[in-house]
């Protein structure tokens, strides 16, 4: 009896030992390439999935982060529940709690791609057809997607936690502190860097040119960064590159929007660089759904605030000299990305970008709009921002040479033209000074690129390049109308950066909160 | 489950072979004879001859023939004959060699002397049987016929109040929602808190994969006690120290609950059938305002905050005959009358029971079904259980016992989207604005058959716009759950030596367990006010669930026979396994184009899919050693091992020991015996342990991750834990049993003090930088309760001939401590005020216990705008120093009271008005903010407990029956939501004293429409829970047999009893009885109220 107790007992740890079913062990994973690359493929998932029906997707943050606090956006009304925690930060009363001031998703990505990066080596043994030219292209890919993690984590919160290693059991420190915004800058910089020497050119079709990153893409995003870090010169370069790849070319514009359709509406156009790719079934976009308005909601959660459609703040409404830059009814991004017609009835200015299939134009020049049933791909770069990232680069420096300038026109023409087809080309001479120009670029940035997620980066990189936020409140301003504390508190160069996440305040004892919502110097 | 019937074939092997091929082989031997009665020497027809062996074991048997004739093929002529007959003597006689056998048997008829039979009531506790006296754990028995005639579903709800330190609290008044037991306080923060219900010696657990995602069905709802119907039950035993739950190991921490059902009896058959009825009210709630007081408070709630026409202007009340749905907003809907209904029961028993000399059986089978106080509310359930004992020999015993259970509930459906997010019918009616009609009115005021639905066009604002109308919520759509459960158990006795001299007894049993759940819901669109992309629209969710498990002990008890009479000692050993498997798997999709199931035509949300699998055993052995039956040594060490644990922390050790001194048996005390019939001591100890929920936490694990670009993504979905241990309670418990006069009366004395350490924390935030959100489970802390508990019987303390009272009464007491806690969760827990109306702070402090409301304090209303003094106008919103003089600016202007000052940006959120609520500015810095929180109180009672008298008289019995708690506090949120006039929900009558106009004297401020800081968390709504209730009265007569003889009816009960008939409480919520959310809270949300119930019941026996 006692014999077998004693042989029951030994056989007893194997038998009290179970693995799940439906999941993989740790122990049992890593072994092939196929498994591999579904851990990449998980750090594109990361920006397509959406949990909560959209409420706390990434593309939410990349539109609150990047559009929220700018002129392009206010309230709209189609919500089904309007969303307080956006109101609150449109009204410059940003609390830690705030829900879109929480990083993990971005975290999440990250740390899926630390995950591949430390594991993904390792396979090379246990799968004899996984190369280590396969290796390094996909470790391109990896380094890159958290590159722009971070790059997105930096411009919105300065300075954040650098994590490279991956999460895995509870013994780990997660206690993580702040790294520099230097500090990070210099890793996403590195990271590129080693990402430009395997990233790929080709993936063979079109779908997955667009939707992983190439070595366009690479380039496009250090281009990004180098701008952001005001290494002018470095972004020209980039941006060159970029320009100089023959798969990637402006879509034609006409004037009944075919520009619109094929970039927004079909998306994978032949001037996207890096886009989400979602669809209609499983991955849908809810959150440019949701905020931007779809046919069942024409009017989104935001919406177009009226001083950008018309009257001296709008970018459409522009006069140089006594003559107009833009004309409202000529140039077709005015009619393509606002629903004019909705915002004439209703005194609110739908989103059009995203939400619409198309817009037509009768004889008598009248729109209609007809808006989309499902959910569209994101544009994460186009060629279009490329072009006029490098005119930034190129006039930003403090004594632009005039063959910089000559060449920023050039490119802002590019996309100017595009759009304005019947309009004669913009011509420096009415630009007279470095300063005019650099608005210039600004503006056609803001008709070209708004609701991408891009103009209230483009409001910092001017508010750092001069260390003020007098810039960027100029722009605002109609907005904070009435708002005296909103007005007050955007004034702070600090305040421009959101707080961390109290949640990570509270559970990770060596982080400390940026300093304009620091609890001791900022109430009584 | 190979390995597990591996055991169990090897246990049968070294026992079986003995049994059953250790007969000698014997040759054709043929008996013979002819039965007779002795008295009048005619034959007897149908009488039973048995061969038996040594250990009365029938080896074959015979009955006799129409002339008395008997032919018997004999195995062994060193067997014995039996001879039985109904009605008369049994006889044995050997068999040797002998072959015809003609036997008179005498009728049984006469008179026996009286006999006295002297026997120890004993207690079983899994195969442990050892005499009640000498138990020296802390555990308490009820029997159930001390609820005969209370109509119950589950037998939960009966115990409430009756055990000391049992707390019972029912999740809320909707059928089949269950309850939430608690044995001696929360030993686990957020582990689980339930005790472990074992039935007839077989750990009873639901078996469904909790990582499984139910969609909307709310896990509460899981009432498995359902599936046992309290009609089968004979005794309940609650086991509330660890000595003796230690037995239970990992699974006993938060105490046992051992039911034992009703067994058959030997006797002629017994048919019995029970019928009772039930109906049931709701107690008044809340009088809420009408369609017209509504709508003039909301003209008022708009035109407040800016004092503005325009604001006020909504045409939803305006009463003007031109707005088109005027018709449908002209109303005076009383929407809490419109869902509730006097609800009824119908509650069928039948049984039948019976036994001989080798075999006992009880068949039971009823129906129940109940139709809920709330509308579309119904719940069916039929059980059946089936208990047959059959003694092979006097050592070899097989019992088998088989139950099944199928409920059929209807419940409510729940929303998941705000605003209507998880408020059940009666919530949502207690919100839903009275002005709107049930159903919708065309231009002239008729009404149609067609629900009224808010249009999508509608310019309200959301909480109303969105609310659904609950009357075609309830009839519209659905919310099924449709279990099934199966539970046959297959025991084995044997008895290695002969019973008489010695017991050495082996006994094992398979218990299994089938579990199937199917759930459905549907949304239909008529319900849904919101456009069709909406995912509530036409929304179906379906799940299906299923579990086996399988569990087996084989134990042996050996109580060695000493010369010495004074020494009694049992030994125990067992080993217990464990096997369990569960999958789940459900689908929601939504846009539905017609009334369906989920797996038609729409857009798909979501497939899950799940499945699980577990296995645990359990070595223990025990002993208990009495001298002289007055010293009692009882311990036990269990050691337990499971796959919910990675290596190195598989296996835990569950140890427990105590001891009783019977001092009154002292013959020092032998004088004092008259009065003192018992006096006894009981020191104990013990450990037990609780355990996690989930499986493969010790892995770290990667699955499925949707896809990109058509490629499958898989990603890294849990941290592994390799520091995952047991949580483990270790409890002092010291009692003393008391008796006077015979156990005329009794009391039975507890005082604990327990530890629980490593306490298991559920979803224990990370940073989320991690990539995770939390940790599935972390072992946090360390938890103190202490406690005390009184118990006290009288016995038919006043008896005559005809008439008799039993007392009982129970006091118990208990307080939590924190000892240490991971700075992290405290952090996580003790939030800073979020300056927002209606949160209370929650704050967990080590050395405090928790349940502590703190908020600010509430002084009324300012009666004035302005302050001006000299027309006596004081009561106004200034700010005061200590002495209370006004605070006055550098113009000599008193400064206003604010809300919120910034002294960086110096402005405040808010300036106080005339009207506006006055908070008490604590620091006196004219600015009401967090500084001025203050505590308020805690929400534990100081004690709670039971008592009631039964009375007797002849046949005709009645039983009371009160509980109490008191000294806890309650966060009355269903009065701060019905009185807080900041929205467009409807509101309770107490609005109508709210302040309008300068001057007005009153505590309830004015409306202000999603403006002003009129309903901070205060004491204002937090309100003494202190109750006293009349639980129960109930009648039960017997009709006397002697009535009864000549219609061959056994017998006839009637009842009739009230239940809840009468709350003492100045409490203003509808009922007191609040149960504890997460560090237990109490916040009062208005969920079902227990009903006030009427019950009728017959019972008749054959």
């Known amino acids: 009896m006692a014999m077998l107790l004693v042989l029951g007992l030994e056989s007893c740890t194997d038998w009290l030992t179970t693995k799940p079913d439906s999941e993989i062990v740790l122990d049992d994973y890593w072994r092939n390439e196929a498994q591999a690359q579904a851990v990449l493929t998980a750090c594109y998932r990361g920006f397509t999935v959406n949990t909560d029906k959209g409420e706390n997707t990434v593309i939410d943050r990349l539109i609150v982060w990047g559009e929220l606090r700018s002129d392009n956006i206010i309230s709209g009304l189609g919500s089904p529940l309007l969303r307080s925690d956006m109101v609150e930060i449109m009204k410059v009363n940003i609390k830690p709690s705030n829900k879109y001031c929480d990083w993990g998703s971005m975290y999440s990505i990250i740390n899926n791609c630390n995950t591949f990066l430390y594991y993904a080596p390792g396979v090379l043994k246990s799968d004899a057809n996984f190369t ?110 970029v320009l100089m790849d023959p798969n990637l070319e402006l879509v034609p514009g006409t004037a009944t929007g075919n520009m619109f359709m094929n970039v927004f509406y079909r998306g994978n156009s032949t001037e996207s660089i890096f886009e989400l790719q979602f669809d209609e079934q499983t991955q849908k976009n809810y959150s440019a759904m949701y905020l931007y308005g779809t046919s069942y909601m024409p009017l989104g959660e935001l919406s177009c605030p009226l001083f950008l459609v018309k009257g001296d703040y709008s970018p459409f409404d522009y006069k140089v000299g006594s003559n107009l830059e833009s004309e409202i009814d000529k140039d077709s991004r005015y009619k393509d990305f606002i629903d004019q017609n909705f915002g004439k009835i209703n005194g609110v200015y739908p989103i059009f970008k995203y939400a619409g299939v198309v817009r037509t134009e009768d004889q008598q020049k009248n729109s209609s709009y007809s808006r989309r049933y499902d959910t569209s791909k994101w544009i994460m770069y186009r060629l279009a921002d490329v072009m006029l990232m490098e005119a930034e680069a190129l006039v930003a420096p403090e004594n632009p040479s005039d063959l910089d300038m000559q060449r920023a026109m050039y490119l802002v023409n590019k996309t100017y033209m595009r759009s304005n087809p019947t309009a004669s080309p913009l011509d420096i001479s009415a630009y007279a000074s470095k300063a005019d120009i650099e608005k210039l670029v600004l503006r ?56 961390i996440p109290q949640g990570d305040i509270d559970n990770n004892k060596n982080l400390i909160q940026n300093p304009f919502y620091d609890e001791t110097t900022s109430s009584n | ?361 009880r068949v039971g089978a009823g129906f129940y079904n109940e139709n809920g106080t709330v509308i579309g509310q119904k719940l069916d359930r039929i059980s059946s259980r089936a208990y047959l004992e059959y003694m092979v020999s006097d050592r070899l015993k097989f019992i088998s016992e088989f139950s099944f259970t199928y409920t059929n509930n209807d419940m409510n459906y729940i929303m998941g989207d705000a605003p209507n997010k998880d408020l059940s019918i009666l919530g949502i009616a207690y919100k839903k604005m009275p002005n709107v009609g049930i159903y919708s009115q065309d231009g002239s005021g008729n009404s149609s058959n067609e629900f009224y639905k808010i249009l999508e066009n509608s310019g309200l604002y959301s909480d109303q716009k969105y609310l659904v109308n609950p009357v075609a919520l309830a009839t519209l759509a659905t919310n099924n759950k449709k279990s099934y459960r199966i539970l046959p158990t297959f025991r084995l006795q044997y008895d290695l030596l002969d019973p008489a001299k010695q017991t050495l007894r082996y006994s094992m049993y398979v218990s299994f367990d089938i579990n199937n759940d199917k759930a459905s819901s549907f949304l239909p669109q008529e319900v849904i006010t919101g456009s069709w992309a909406s995912s509530n629209m036409n929304r179906a969710n379906s799940t299906d669930s299923e579990g086996l498990t399988i569990q087996t002990d084989n134990n042996l008890a050996w109580m060695p026979a000493f010369s010495n009479t004074d020494h009694s000692l049992l030994l125990y050993a067992s080993l217990q396994t464990t096997s369990g498997s569960s999958s789940a798997q459900g689908v929601t999709t939504f846009g539905l184009e017609n009334q369906g199931d989920a797996s038609t035509q729409g857009t798909l949300e979501s497939i899950r899919a799940s499945h699980a699998s577990w296995r645990s055993m359990g070595m223990m052995g025990r002993f208990h ?118 156990d005329a009366y009794v009391f039975d004395l507890n005082l604990y003090s327990k530890r629980t350490k490593d306490l298991l924390f559920e979803n224990t935030s990370l940073p989320s930088t991690s990539g995770f959100a939390a940790l599935a489970y972390q072992n946090a802390g360390t938890m103190d309760n202490k406690g005390w508990e009184v118990n006290f019987y009288a016995n038919k303390f006043i008896k005559t001939k005809n008439f008799s009272v039993d007392f009982k009464f129970n006091l118990s007491n208990y307080v939590n401590t924190i000892v240490d806690l ?116 805690n929400t534990n009672p100081i004690v709670s407990g039971g008592f009631g008298p039964t009375f007797r008289y002849k046949n005709l019995s009645c039983n009371m029956f009160f509980n109490f708690r008191y000294g806890n506090k309650i966060v009355n949120i269903a009065r701060m939501n019905a009185e807080n006039m900041y929205g467009n929900d409807n509101q309770s009558t107490a609005v109508n004293w709210r302040w309008r106009k300068d001057g007005d004297d009153t505590s309830m401020p004015r409306a202000l429409y999603q403006y002003g800081y009129n309903w901070l968390g205060s004491d204002r709504y937090v309100e003494d829970g202190s109750f006293l209730r009349f639980k129960y009265l109930s009648f039960n007569y017997s009709v006397p047999s002697a009535k009864l003889k000549k219609y061959n009816i056994n017998k006839i009960n009637f009842y009739l009893t009230i239940n809840n008939l009468y709350v003492w409480t100045k409490y203003s919520g509808v009922d007191p009885e609040v149960g504890y959310g997460a560090w237990a809270s109490c916040y009062d949300n208005a969920k079902t109220p227990r009903s006030k119930d009427l019950t009728m019941g017959i019972t008749i026996g054959l």
């Open chain 2, 1 to 361: 489950m190979k390995s597990n019937f591996a055991i169990i074939l090897l246990f049968l092997l070294l026992i079986v072979p003995k049994m059953a091929f250790g007969q000698k082989a014997g040759n054709d031997l043929l008996a013979q004879g002819t039965i007779t009665s002795k008295t009048d020497g005619t034959t007897l027809i149908g009488v039973s001859v048995a061969e038996i062996d040594a250990t009365n074991r029938v080896v074959s048997g015979s009955v006799t023939d129409m002339n008395g004739h008997f032919v018997l093929k004999l195995k062994n002529p060193d067997n014995k004959l039996s001879i039985s007959y109904l009605g008369f003597i049994k006889q044995i006689v050997s068999i040797g060699s002998k072959r015809v056998f003609n036997i008179a048997m005498s009728d049984n008829t006469h008179e026996i002397a009286n006999v006295t039979v002297t026997a120890k009531k004993k207690m079983n506790q899994g195969g442990f049987s050892i005499p009640t006296r000498e138990i020296a754990s802390a555990m308490q028995t009820i029997d159930t016929k001390e609820f005969e005639g209370l109509q119950v579903s589950t037998v939960d709800e009966a115990l409430q109040g009756r055990i000391a330190g049992l707390d019972i609290v029912s999740n809320s008044g909707d059928p089949g929602s269950g309850t939430s037991m608690r044995i001696r306080g929360s030993t686990s923060i957020n582990g689980n808190n339930q005790p472990l219900i074992v039935v007839n010696g077989v750990p009873f657990e639901l078996n469904i994969d909790p990582n499984f995602d139910f969609a909307n069905s709310n896990q509460e709802q899981y009432a498995s006690m359902l599936s046992i119907n309290p009609d089968d039950i004979q005794e309940i035993t609650v086991l509330k120290d660890a000595a003796a739950s230690a037995i239970w190991g990992s699974k006993g921490a938060n105490g046992v609950l051992m039911i034992t059902t009703k067994k058959g009896a030997m006797g002629p058959t017994r048919v019995e059938y029970t019928y009772r009825y039930t109906g049931k009210m709701q107690p008044q709630g809340m009088k809420m305002l009408s369609g017209d007081d509504y709508t003039m408070l909301m003209k008022q709630a708009y035109f407040n905050p800016t004092q503005s026409e325009t604001a006020s202007n909504v045409q939803e009340f305006n009463y003007d005959k031109s707005f088109s749905e005027y018709e449908n907003y002209n109303n005076n809907t009383d929407w809490v009358k419109a869902v509730t209904q006097i609800g009824n029961i119908n509650d069928h028993y039948l049984t039948v029971s019976g036994g001989g000399e080798r075999a006992l059986y």
């Open chain 1, 132 to 241: 280590e030219g396969k290796l390094h292209s996909m470790e391109a890919e990896a380094l890159t997607i958290r590159a722009l993690c971070y790059f997105y984590l930096v411009r919105t919160f300065k300075e954040v936690p650098y994590i490279t290693t991956p999460s895995i059991d509870d013994t780990q420190d997660y206690n993580v502190p702040k790294s520099t915004e230097r500090e990070v800058l210099d890793h996403i910089i590195a990271d590129l860097q080693t990402a430009q020497k395997s990233a790929r050119f080709d993936f063979g079709t079109t779908a997955d040119n667009k939707g992983r990153v190439t070595l366009s893409t690479v380039n496009t995003i250090l281009a990004d960064v180098y701008l952001w870090d005001q290494q002018y010169a470095n972004c020209v370069a980039m941006c060159d590159l």
């Open chain 2, 625 to 742: 050693y009495a001298y002289k039956s007055r010293y009692i040594l009882d311990g036990t060490l269990r050691r337990d091992g499971s796959t919910k644990f990675g290596k190195g922390n598989k296996f835990g050790n569950f140890p427990g020991v105590s001891l009783k001194w019977i001092m009154s048996d002292e013959p020092l005390l032998k004088d004092t015996k008259k009065w003192l019939s018992m006096l006894a001591f009981r020191p104990g100890w013990g450990i037990s342990g609780n355990q996690p929920k989930f499986e493969y936490l010790h892995y770290s694990r990667y699955s499925n991750y949707g896809s990109y670009l058509d490629m499958p993504a898989t990603q890294e979905t849990s941290i592994r834990l390799n520091d995952l241990k047991w949580e483990t309670t270790s409890s002092f418990n010291y009692g003393v049993d008391l008796g006077f006069l015979d």
């Open chain 2, 822 to 937: 991971n700075d992290g969760i405290l952090k996580n827990v003790n939030n800073e005020f979020d300056q927002k109306n209606g949160s209370y702070l929650t704050r967990i402090q080590v050395g405090n216990s928790f349940g502590s409301i703190y908020g600010f304090k509430y002084k009324g209303v300012y009666k004035y705008n302005e302050y001006e003094p000299e027309i006596g106008h004081t009561d106004a919103p200034v700010s005061r120093d200590a002495k209370g003089n006004v605070n006055l600016d550098e113009n000599g202007k008193p400064t206003p009271m604010v809300f919120e000052y910034n002294t960086t940006s110096k402005s405040a959120t808010y300036v106080f008005q005339g009207g506006d609520a006055k908070y008490e500015d604590v620091n006196h810095d004219g600015s009401i903010d967090k500084l001025d929180i203050v505590y308020l109180g």
């Open chain 1, 444 to 499: 056609e940035r803001q008709r070209e690129l708004m609701f991408e997620g891009k103009r209230w980066f483009d409001l910092m990189r001017v508010a750092r390049r001069y260390n003020s936020p007098a810039s960027i409140l100029t722009y605002v301003s109609p907005k904070l109308l009435g708002n005296v504390l909103g007005y007050t508190k955007m004034s702070v160069m600090n305040a421009l950066y959101f707080p």
